[in-house]
């Protein structure tokens, strides 16, 4: 720089040219560099901090027994603790309810003598088969891809799901025969 | 005794305990010479007592008034009203004084200017000393109700806010969480901090008065203690078990069965009242809504600016008298909607949910 720009006062006679301006300089970036390798140590710690040392979540499929175990018209629960999932046998087939409430995200419970889902929270009502029906819920609860294994369990695959505000429960996967 | 409870538990059903409240809020404004005297409080505020010393012996009615949660509200039921009293009185006295040209009572009582220092901050100081001393007392005779450790798989019934909010989880009952959770609350935090930009009218400044702002003195109080403070009550000592509504004398049964179907407007309008069925385009099925909603938005504020707030129009000019009208129908739409939920179980006037749109 200072080649190309000539000082702008004169050097006074055993100062070396310029020597003020280039230290000021080097004490500036060196400054600069510091501060934004700490906030970059802050920002990269803050970030890490959302993703937490241990993630207790169930992998997303998961074999649920076997179709046989299920009863006609009753809600089972075995998998509402660790999967999320109710799992429904109704006439003829079945299939995998979430227990997530669609309006904001509480867990309903099933009242059996009521035969509906009610969700604690706001009062929405679910039908047996995941259709909303009372309170505020604006859609039915998502239903999850089952399939059966080649060793007869039933196989409930949570990254796929089922909405039946979108038609996709005429989707096969959404539902098993049996 | 039976009967007394039963008539209380039906009298508190939601839709009747706001129109009783608001009638009662609107017909003591009227004849405030009347209600806001110091003989009514002296029937008022120890019938109250005596009213709540008495359900005590209920035991429903006892679980849910000492459950430690809702202390700080049985504490709101008695400090509201008296500060609302309080102030009416005050209004009403100082309004007699300037109909008969004695000086106003704050005048009487100093005559020349108090300073913020030290006046205004040693009686704030003594404030924030005495309630950190009643907070602590507090904090060690009734310890925060702990729970059990959180698990998503189970949610409490009934599942609440913190008391403060549970006006706003009242709200998500009558409206889609976007509205009533996001769109309301800003509204409410951002229309409070405009009221100083919009209403600039200098009278009532250190003075209590009700004749010379009654129009904005009663919004207020609508938006305060019925859109508010009612839902927190209601919220707090009303709502049990899934969310359903329970008298103060009732028991909180896990099974209560109430009904609670709801119909979308695109219901009423193309199946109930043209008799075929929804159109399966989105747009046209909720066509009416939209007409409904800007309609709503649109025309009131026209009406008006020709009828009945043609003076604030004049004084406010177009900008303010938007924003204020704007914010005016907002509030208002709470209680339509409630209104419309409870006599027809209007559930969405739009009613979108494959974009999560419902209003
Ligand atoms: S979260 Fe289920 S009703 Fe609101």
């Known amino acids: 720089m200072s080649k190309v720009n000539p000082p702008l006062r004169a050097a006074k006679p055993g100062e070396p040219a310029d020597a003020g301006r280039r230290s000021f300089f080097s004490w500036m970036s060196l400054a600069w560099v510091s501060f934004t390798a700490s906030m970059l140590a802050a920002g990269t710690a803050t970030a890490r901090f959302m993703f937490p040392n241990v993630l207790f979540e169930p992998p997303l499929t998961f074999r649920a027994g076997r179709p046989e175990e299920l009863q006609v018209g009753i809600v089972d629960e075995r998998f509402k603790d660790s999967n999320q999932v109710w799992l429904v046998r109704e006439g003829g087939g079945i299939y995998a309810l979430s227990t997530t409430c669609t309006h904001l995200g509480c867990t309903p419970n099933w009242l059996s003598a009521e035969q509906k889902f009610k969700c604690p929270c706001h009062g929405s009502g679910f039908y047996i088969t995941g259709i909303n029906f009372e309170g505020p819920a604006p859609r039915p609860l998502e239903r999850f891809a089952i399939s059966l294994a080649d060793d007869g369990q039933l196989v409930i695959d949570k990254g796929r799901k089922f909405q039946q505000e979108k038609g996709q429960w005429e989707l096969p996967g959404a539902y098993l025969e049996f | 005794m039976e009967t007394i409870k039963d008539i ?32 009514v409080a002296l029937v008022l505020f120890p019938a109250m007592f005596v009213f709540m010393a008495i359900s005590m012996f209920d035991e429903d009615f006892y679980l849910i008034v000492t459950k430690p949660d809702n202390v700080p509200i049985v504490g709101m039921l008695f400090l509201i009203p008296f500060f609302t009293w309080f102030s009416m009185r005050e209004a009403v006295r100082n309004d007699r004084r300037t109909d008969s040209g004695t000086p106003l009572i704050e005048k009487e009582e100093t005559a020349d200017k108090v300073l913020t220092w030290p006046d205004l901050v040693y009686t704030e100081l003594i404030a924030i000393v005495l309630l ?127 009904a609670l179907v709801n119909v979308d407007l695109s219901d009423y309008f193309w199946v109930r009242l043209l ?57 208002a739409s709470l209680p339509i909607k409630m209104v419309l939920r409870w006599l027809f179980n209007l559930k969405y006037i739009i009613g979108i949910p494959e974009f999560f749109f419902n209003i």
């Open chain 2, 275 to 331: 008799g075929m069925g929804r159109p399966d385009n989105i747009l046209i099925r909720e066509s009416v809504g939209f007409l409904v909603v800007l309609g709503y938005f649109l025309i009131p504020p026209m009406v008006l600016a020709r009828t009945i707030f043609k003076r604030f129009y004049e004084n406010l000019g177009p900008a303010r008298y938007h924003i204020m009208v704007f914010l005016l129908l907002c509030m």
């Open chain 2, 132 to 258: 950190t001393v009643l907070l602590v007392g507090w904090s060690i005779l009734i310890p925060a109700p702990l729970e059990e450790s959180a698990n998503p798989a189970a949610t409490p019934n009934p599942s609440k806010a913190p008391w403060y909010f549970l006006g706003l989880q009242e709200m998500l009952v009558y409206f889609d969480p976007w509205l009533a959770g996001v769109v309301f609350p800003g509204l409410i935090i951002v229309g409070l901090m405009a009221i100083p930009y919009i209403d600039t009218n200098p009278k009532g400044n250190g003075y209590y008065t009700f004749k010379e702002r009654s129009w904005e003195i009663m919004t207020f109080l609508f938006g305060f203690l019925i859109l508010w403070v009612l839902l927190v009550i209601l919220g707090t000592f009303l709502r049990g078990p899934n969310w359903n509504f329970f008298g103060p004398y009732e028991y909180w049964d896990t099974h209560k069965l109430e």
């Open chain 2, 8 to 39: 209380i538990n039906t009298l508190t059903a939601p839709e009747i305990l706001i129109t009783l409240a608001t009638i009662l809020l609107f017909v003591s404004a009227k004849y405030r010479h009347v209600f806001y005297t110091n003989t």
